[in-house]
């Protein structure tokens, strides 16, 4: 359907005007036809071409009302329920059985019902304010009428789209109904708001709706031209500086001062400085080449711009001052380190490799190490001391909740805004191709629907691929062979495989008690002094100070919280000596002010104990063992209990326990009844007698197999309703064989069995090796027994009555 345009017309013709008749329903697609307009339809559609020839039938008129949008599921149009009754006074049949017909709108009406059944559709029909074209208006009409016509002409002055012929028919025009169809008609709205104002009714109601659509029709198109203004002087000052620039291009060449080419001349100077690889300086020289072509606002221009200062700030043949030429003092190295950090004897004793075999051979490639333990063990510090010791430069990018592939690798230039990733950005940033590069929390990478940034890293951490590490953004090659990569994880199942096998591993394990103390005294207490102002004071923390606050402040691997604890005491002396006019009169200098804080000190500055030992009971009990765990801020006590009654040999589990654990309980219960021949239990129904099995603190998860020796203990205690020798802990996982196998965190399981003051701990056989490797304190606070089976446990653990008499007692 086609709309080539709109006549008006003053009268009617044809036979009188009556409110109800019945007419042929011509539906409209996407218009709405007003009285007293004319308008040339094309009819394709078969509704259309019916209802016209039914119309001819009859006396050439007919109901024109405006289709609703059509869903692809319904089968027939529907009508809004009110139009115009339209006559047709010129229509053509083309060869192809479709119409062109001209039609003129005489009145509005509204459809009252539609008669089906035949073809066309009907339509019964009843006019809506039939005589307004003959009534003459009254005051307040008038008064509408004037401020519409006049709100009008502002429309059709800010819209430029309403012809001479229409205006000045409005401006003629006294009938109030004979304006509001030809303004109506003007207004370009869709085709929902012509009906709302087609159907009303009242006179006044129409020309105040008309008005307040011409209001908001007015403001829209003031806004429009406001911003438009903005933007054609946004443009024409854009389009000035560009004609000034040419200008004065033109005047420095006429000077013998080409800037455009200095600058050029410039960044061709740096890259030849640079010494690049050949592969790199081509494509640059490349780059420059297309970007003298292009106009200097360009935005290719400035993307270009951009790419070869990149190329130019990289270091692709600097290295850090010294270490290439260094004559590898691995004692400087070692104070240094030792400096800084206490223990972490494995740490320090591969960059000690490293930097020997370094000096035997200077081209070695760099490492990839990956620190792991637990938070506040100082892994990141250790990556700037390993920098200082080696005499290279320090980066650190945190991977902590990235998930964007293009984090490490940049985008490709033709994105908006587009850089290199983290990578390159820190070797631009570090200046040299041998950094000490730390990837701090390479455990809390994730990734989505945007990459996996741990693939992308694969490429980064492998010695035989990084040489030629390729960043999106730069599209060349750069070598990362030299940078010795440092990452640290607080865990490493999180860590993917492909990934984790392109590291060597090097575990930092939670410090004990005595490591705490030294830590404090050497390195926490003179920091804090230093930050809070007292260094020049005569302070000092007692041992057995900083003990209390390790055991009943501080729960923890590392010493982030003793650290904050040592904070807070400084702070309230520091308090202490203001209040006391220190360090604020030259009488009294900071250097004279002293204070010694001890152990009964503690209360009075950190308040009450923050943590307790772990739920141990001292006295022996039926049916409860001590296990050992290992968590990632440190070791602590496993209690297990165990209760028996009568029931059907169910076994139930509770403590908020994980499968594995749940498992291993199950499988300690089988391996009993499996052997009760050799125990004297004094449940008579093994099978007709339930189990639980509960594991104290049950608002904490709990999980993993090496409960599973303890477990066992725990049922056996209650199964021959003995206790176990108090003051035992015991770790390993339990097979169904009763053999022990080996677990990990012994440091930590460790320091957590002599903190709550255990006497003895059982190993498993296979764990001797750690045992050999822990330091001279841990050994001599705890005695260790080894065991290669649960028997060997429980000769241990119980005394000989747990045994039958007819058995004897292994002798280990």
């Known amino acids: 359907m086609k709309v080539p345009g709109t006549k008006f017309f003053s009268g009617l013709k044809g036979k009188p005007l009556v409110e109800v008749e019945e007419l042929p329903l011509l539906p409209l697609r996407e218009l709405v036809l007003f009285p007293?307009?004319?308008?040339?339809?094309?009819?394709?559609?078969?509704q259309g071409t019916s209802a016209v020839e039914e119309a001819l039938r009859r006396d050439a008129r007919l109901f024109a009302v405006c289709q609703k949008p059509q869903d692809s599921s319904s089968t027939q149009a529907e009508t809004y329920s009110v139009g115009s009754v339209a006559r047709i006074i010129q229509h053509l049949r083309l060869p192809d059985g479709t119409y062109r017909v001209v039609l003129q709108g005489e009145y509005r009406a509204e459809m009252k019902s539609r008669l089906e059944g035949w073809e066309p559709a009907m339509a019964l029909i009843e006019a809506i304010n039939i005589r307004g074209l003959e009534e003459a208006p009254?005051?307040?009409?008038?008064?509408?009428?004037?401020?519409?016509?006049?709100?009008?002409?502002?429309?059709?002055?800010?819209?430029?789209k309403v012809s001479t012929d229409t205006i000045a028919a409005v401006e003629k025009t006294d009938n109030p109904e004979r304006l509001a169809n030809l303004v109506c008609n003007s207004l370009a709205l869709k085709a929902e708001r012509k009906i709302a104002l087609i159907g009303i009714a009242d006179m006044e109601k129409r020309l105040e709706t008309i008005l307040?659509?011409?209001?908001?029709?007015?403001?829209?198109?003031?806004?429009?031209?406001?911003?438009?203004?903005?933007?054609?002087?946004?443009?024409?000052?854009?389009?000035?500086?560009?004609?000034?620039?040419?200008?004065?291009k033109e005047i420095n060449k006429e000077l013998g001062k080409d800037t455009a080419e200095d600058e050029f001349a410039d960044l061709e100077k740096l890259l030849e400085e640079k010494h690049l690889p050949e592969e790199i300086f081509v494509k640059a020289h490349k780059e420059i080449a297309r970007l003298r072509k292009l106009q200097p606002f360009s935005p290719e221009a400035g993307v270009l711009r951009g790419y070869l200062e990149w190329i130019a700030d990289l270091p692709w043949a600097e290295y850090s001052p010294g270490t290439e030429n260094s004559s590898g003092d691995l004692g400087e190295a070692e104070k240094i380190l030792d400096e800084d950090h206490f223990n972490m004897r494995k740490a320090k004793e591969r960059i000690i490799e490293f930097i020997a075999v370094h000096r035997l051979k200077p081209a070695i490639k760099g490492p990839i190490l990956c620190f792991v333990g637990p938070p506040g063990t100082g892994k990141t510090s250790l990556g700037k001391s390993v920098a200082r010791a080696l005499g290279r430069r320090f980066v650190r990018i945190s991977l902590g909740g990235v998930r964007d592939e293009a984090e490490i690798r940049g985008h490709r230039k033709t994105y908006v805004g587009a850089l290199p990733g983290k990578i390159i950005q820190s070797m631009r940033k570090a200046g040299a191709m041998n950094p000490v590069f730390l990837l701090d929390e390479i455990d809390k990478l994730s990734n989505d629907y945007r990459g996996d940034p741990s693939s992308a890293l694969l490429e980064v951490l492998d010695p035989e691929q990084n040489f030629s590490f390729t960043d999106h953004y730069m599209e060349v090659p750069y070598d990362l062979s030299k940078v010795l990569f440092i990452a640290t994880a607080n865990s490493l199942h999180t860590i993917p495989y492909p990934l984790l096998d392109r590291m060597e591993i090097i575990e930092i394990p939670g410090y004990g008690e005595h490591e705490k103390l030294a830590i404090a005294q050497k390195f926490l207490v003179p920091k804090e002094l230093e930050e809070n102002g007292l260094a020049g004071a005569k302070i000092n923390f007692t041992d057995e100070c900083i003990r209390e606050i390790i055991r009943h402040w501080t729960s923890e691997s590392?010493?982030?919280?003793?650290?904050?604890?040592?904070?807070?005491?400084?702070?309230?002396?520091?308090?202490?000596?203001?209040?006391?006019?220190?360090?604020?009169?030259?009488?009294?200098?900071?250097?004279?002010?002293?204070?010694?804080?001890?152990?009964?000190d503690l209360e009075k500055l950190l308040g009450r104990h923050k943590y307790k030992n772990d739920l141990v009971f001292l006295e022996a009990r039926v049916g409860v063992s001590y296990g050992l765990a290992w968590t990632e801020t440190g070791g602590t006590m496993l209690p297990v209990e165990t209760s028996s009654f009568e029931g059907s040999g169910d076994l139930i589990i509770t403590g908020n326990l994980g499968d594995v654990m749940k498992e291993s309980a199950r499988i300690a219960l089988s391996w009993l009844r499996s052997v009760q021949g050799r125990y004297n239990f004094q449940v008579k129904d093994v099978g007709k007698t339930n189990f639980h099995v509960h594991v104290p603190e049950g608002a904490i998860p709990k999980d993993g197999p090496s409960a599973g020796v303890t477990l066992a203990a725990s049922l056996l205690s209650t199964l021959c309703h003995i206790p176990p020798k108090p003051g035992i802990a015991m770790t390993g996982e339990l097979t169904l064989t009763g053999r022990i196998l080996p677990i990990g965190g012994l440091k930590e399981?460790?320091?957590?069995?002599?903190?709550?003051?255990?006497?003895?701990?059982?190993?498993?056989?296979?764990?001797?090796?750690?045992?050999?490797?822990?330091?001279?304190?841990?050994?001599?606070?705890?005695?260790?027994?080894?065991?290669?089976?649960?028997?060997?446990?429980?000769?241990?653990?119980?005394?000989?009555?747990?045994?039958?008499?007819?058995?004897?007692?292994?002798?280990?």
Not at 147 to 154: D, G, I, W, Y
Not at 223 to 245: A, F, P, T
Not at 566 to 577: G, L, N, P, S, T
Request: proline letters at 2%.
């Open 138 to 160: 009254g005051p307040e009409t008038s008064a509408l009428m004037r401020a519409v016509q006049k709100s009008f002409s502002l429309y059709a002055e800010l819209s430029k």
């Open 36 to 46: 007293q307009t004319i308008i040339q339809v094309f009819l394709t559609y078969r």
């Open 558 to 600: 590392g010493v982030r919280s003793l650290e904050r604890e040592i904070a807070r005491c400084v702070r309230r002396v520091a308090k202490d000596a203001v209040k006391k006019d220190y360090g604020l009169t030259p009488e009294k200098p900071i250097s004279s002010f002293k204070k010694s804080i001890g152990q009964k």
């Open 749 to 812: 399981k460790l320091l957590a069995a002599i903190r709550n003051g255990m006497q003895e701990v059982l190993l498993p056989e296979d764990n001797r090796e750690d045992w050999a490797e822990l330091d001279k304190e841990i050994k001599s606070s705890i005695k260790v027994s080894f065991v290669e089976s649960a028997e060997d446990a429980f000769t241990l653990l119980f005394s000989e009555e747990v045994l039958r008499k007819d058995k004897t007692v292994r002798k280990k």
């Open 212 to 248: 307040e659509t011409l209001e908001s029709e007015n403001e829209i198109f003031g806004i429009q031209k406001n911003i438009s203004g903005k933007v054609k002087s946004r443009m024409d000052k854009n389009q000035r500086e560009y004609y000034l620039h040419e200008q004065l």
